[in-house]
């Protein structure tokens, strides 16, 4: 399976980004879709998780209320809606894709396909 991602951007604090994983090569029924952040000299954390179908979501604590997680199964795309950003929310973001489900957020380890990350820029 072959994700890409889209959607980053240089954004003010408090405002929103959309960003969007395009999946080909497998259906979004069989797989769970994370995304992921990487700010410099830190290590990659979870942001969300979607299992398969768009059915059971998870969210790291820092995003709670803020991001959210939602699957277009017609267009094999899931979306990170990210609102109220913060200039710690700058990283690059990474989609990826594994075959398991998860009861509850999981770490970045669990996933086998990765995309090649967007920049998401929160100017203070």
């Known amino acids: 399976v072959q994700l890409a991602e889209s959607g980053g951007g240089l954004v003010q604090a408090g405002g929103s980004l959309r960003l969007a994983c395009a999946v080909s090569?497998?259906?979004?029924?069989?797989?769970?879709i994370g995304w992921f952040r990487q700010a410099p000299g830190k290590g990659r954390e979870t942001v969300s998780c979607v299992n398969g179908g768009d059915s059971e979501k998870y969210y790291g604590d820092f995003v709670k209320g803020r991001f959210t997680i939602a699957s277009d199964i017609t267009k094999n795309t899931v979306y990170l809606q990210m609102n109220s950003l913060k200039h710690e929310d700058t990283a690059v973001y990474f989609c990826?894709?594994?075959?398991?489900?998860?009861?509850?957020?999981?770490?970045?380890?669990?996933?086998?396909?990765w995309g090649q990350g967007t920049q998401v820029t929160v100017s203070s």
């Open positions: 990826a894709a594994t075959g398991w489900k998860f009861v509850k957020l999981p770490g970045p380890g669990e996933f086998d396909s």
């Open positions: 090569g497998g259906d979004l029924y069989d797989y769970s």
